[in-house]
Structures are given as structure tokens and as C-alpha cells.
């Protein structure tokens, strides 16, 4: 198993935004990646796509349906390097990072499920709205609002519905926000930002993700998911204006799953002792556990998960670095103990959560390569003109 650890600081999604502002002028932020210096010298506008679910694995995977994405991996096609996403490797996580230019411990929200320390009740990332206030919740300012503040102007195109939302406010306050559903609004919204605005324009595609956890990815629902993507990034190279470039990445990969590795916390008694609840998900789950009961809890799950998994108390994950420095008002988040699967196996919860978890067939959020590393990808308006 290819164990990737985050490097934060150095070449991790929380490294990208703060590059291309430096590039676009906005003073202050570091750039470990490069960018201003590099790919993105002389560019005075960026659109920037993050494609949910597009890890480096994937890529060979796409290429007989993406020829743009395979061009662009390859260096044939502008700028290429591997990055890696933070830990866990979920959608959440990354996307604050991506949007704070943080590490999860800094940020907060540190899994897709995570239990508030306050009243006890697990809040699901995607699901919240207000409660509890994202500016709480998520303290760091964000990128977009340090750039605003430089005079950079910052747009964001995604879905419409998920506008306002708590994960919305937390990753990306300070940009002026455009809805757009499917490939070809996206790009139309993406292109037209960045001639009329300016500065960032940074776009969020979810299909691919979906079309993994739903069908998998030897399916033809995920081949169809992956023309998309590449028809998308496509036009977007060949509309660039001249002086602008657009970056592709993803805020993680994915892996199919068989059956024999999948584990199920609610029907084994021997995982449910001493728990008092689970969040995190299936591929890193957070248990937190009743007064006195942590470390038969680690025993129990090392003996039924064997090699299927790391599982260790919270502060022995926090000291290894995988979530960066974590402070304490952040700690009780994660749980008491800290399980992140192995090769192929998750733990589901066909009980607690909601059912198509447990049918997925695509999952990620542990720290294997599959999941973890993630393409950047630059071209330059100018370098993609034969697209058009």
C-alpha cells in the first residue's frame, strides 16, 4: 500500500490559491508551488476548476474518453505536476483548505461528518446551513476575502443551490458568487467571469465524484462523467483570453470498493462497545468513545479490522502531522480515536446513516496514493489556442 502524507506548506491544495493571487498581485500569501514565478508569470486573470473526484488515478482511466486531460497530464498541453489533497482526502476538507489556504487542523473542518463538541449532534458538512455559524465553525479568513481586500477581484461559479450554504460561506466568503449547473453553464459562467470581472475566477464540478460513488469507476455512467469533464476543460482552454491561464485540479481521487472489504459498525457489536457515536466516514472514521473506554476501543477495532486499517488514539494521529498543527479548540472534533482504512475496505454504518452510503461503490478520504494525489494542471491562454 502507497501511504501519501501530506507535506502542508509545501504542495498541497491549500498551496494553490495563495500562488495564483500571488501571480495576481494580491501581497502577503506564500507561494511553495511556484505559480507566480513559474506558470502563471506575466498572467493578469486565472480561472481556476477544481473537478470533484479527478485524482492522478483516475487520469489513466479517463484518457480513451479525455483526450485534453491526457494531453494535460502528460505535459503536452501547458504546466503539469502532482499535489497532494489534506487529510482526510473528502470533499469538505479540501475544499476549505483549498478556499482558506489552511491546513484541516487550522481550519476546522477536518472530516465530511464530524461530531459538535458543544451539544453532541454530528453535523454533515454538505447538509449545513447555519448551525453552527460557518464564521465560528470555520474561523480563518479565506483567500478570496484577503484578495478582495487587495482589490483582486474573486468570483466563484458553481451550483446555484449550493449558494449560502455553511461549506459555501466557509471556503469561499469574500467572492461574489454565479450559479451554474452542468458543463456547459459552468464554462459559459467561468469564461464570462474572467472577461468581465477579472482577477480569479475559481469553478467547482461535482459529476465525476457522483458517477464513482454511485455506478464506480469501471462503469460507462463514470466514462460518460469523464467526456464531460474533458469537454469542459476543453473549451475552457480554447476561450482563454491571452493574458489569462486556467489551472485544473481536484480535491481528491477514489477507489472501488468489493464487497469482502467492506466492514459495518452497526451490526458488529465488537465495533459499536464503548462507542458513543462515529462520524468522520466510511474509508476515516472518528469514534468518540464512553469515559474510560478508548483504549479497549482501539484493541477491539485493531482486532477486527487486522491489517484492514490504521486505528490509533486522536492525539497519536495529531502528533504524525497528518491533519497539520491542530489547536485545542479544534481537537475534540476529530474524536477520540482515529480509524483510516487500508487497501480496499471501509467501515459503513447501514444503520445510522443513510442507506446509498453503504451502496456506494467509489469511496475516498483515507491516505492511500489513490486518494491522496491530485493533478495541477496549467495552460496559458496563449499555448491552447489550437484547441480552438
Do not use: K
Not at 16 to 28: D, E, F, H, R, Y
Not at 109 to 133: S, Y
Not at 163 to 185: M, Q
Request: hydrophobic letters at 45%.
Amino acid at each position: 500500500m502507497d501511504v501519501v502524507q501530506p507535506r502542508y506548506g509545501t504542495d498541497t491544495l491549500a498551496d494553490v490559491l495563495p500562488g495564483v493571487l500571488t501571480a495576481l498581485g494580491a501581497p502577503g500569501l506564500a507561494d511553495p508551488l511556484g505559480l507566480a514565478s513559474g506558470p502563471l508569470a506575466g498572467v493578469r486573470r486565472v480561472a481556476v476548476l477544481l473537478v470533484d473526484g479527478l485524482g492522478e488515478y483516475q487520469i489513466p482511466l479517463a484518457a480513451p474518453y479525455a483526450p485534453t486531460l491526457t494531453d494535460l497530464a502528460t505535459g503536452r498541453l501547458g504546466h503539469s505536476r502532482s499535489i497532494t489533497a489534506g487529510f482526510p482526502s473528502t470533499t469538505p476538507t479540501s475544499l476549505v483548505s483549498v478556499g482558506t489556504g489552511a491546513p484541516p487542523g487550522q481550519h476546522g473542518v477536518l472530516g465530511f461528518n464530524l461530531r459538535v463538541p458543544q451539544t453532541g449532534r454530528i453535523l454533515n458538512h454538505i447538509e449545513w446551513r447555519d448551525d453552527p455559524a460557518p464564521a465560528v465553525w470555520q474561523p480563518v479568513p479565506t483567500v478570496f476575502e484577503r484578495a478582495a481586500a487587495a482589490g483582486v477581484p474573486v468570483t466563484v461559479v458553481s451550483r446555484a443551490d449550493f449558494a449560502g450554504s455553511g461549506l459555501t460561506v466557509a471556503a469561499y466568503r469574500g467572492a461574489a458568487y454565479r450559479g451554474a449547473a452542468g458543463v456547459d453553464a459552468l464554462a459559459t459562467e467561468l469564461l464570462s467571469a474572467l472577461r468581465v470581472q477579472g482577477g480569479l475566477v475559481y469553478g467547482y464540478h461535482p459529476d465525476l465524484d457522483r458517477a464513482g460513488h454511485r455506478h464506480g469507476l469501471a462503469s460507462p455512467e463514470w466514462a460518460s462523467a469523464a467526456a464531460d469533464v474533458d469537454r469542459l476543460v476543453t473549451r475552457l482552454a480554447a476561450e482563454l483570453p491571452a493574458d489569462a491561464a486556467l489551472v485544473v485540479t481536484a480535491d481528491h481521487g477514489q477507489l472501488d470498493i468489493p464487497a469482502e472489504g467492506r466492514f459495518d459498525l452497526d451490526t458488529d457489536a465488537r465495533l459499536r462497545a464503548g462507542v458513543v457515536a462515529a462520524a468522520g466516514e466510511a474509508r476515516v472514521r472518528y469514534l468518540y468513545t464512553a469515559p474510560g473506554a478508548r483504549d479497549d476501543v482501539v484493541a477491539a477495532w485493531r482486532a477486527v479490522l487486522g491489517d484492514g486499517a490504521w486505528v490509533v488514539p486522536r492525539e497519536e494521529a495529531v502528533a504524525a502531522g497528518w491533519f497539520g498543527p491542530v489547536p485545542e479548540e479544534h481537537l475534540a472534533r476529530i474524536g477520540d480515536v482515529v480509524v483510516a482504512c487500508h487497501d480496499r475496505n471501509v467501515v459503513v454504518a447501514t444503520r445510522s446513516e443513510p442507506p446509498f452510503v453503504a451502496r456506494m461503490v467509489a469511496f475516498h478520504g483515507s491516505y492511500t496514493a489513490a486518494e491522496m494525489r491530485v493533478p495541477l494542471f496549467v495552460v496559458a491562454g496563449a499555448s491552447a489556442a489550437d484547441l480552438s
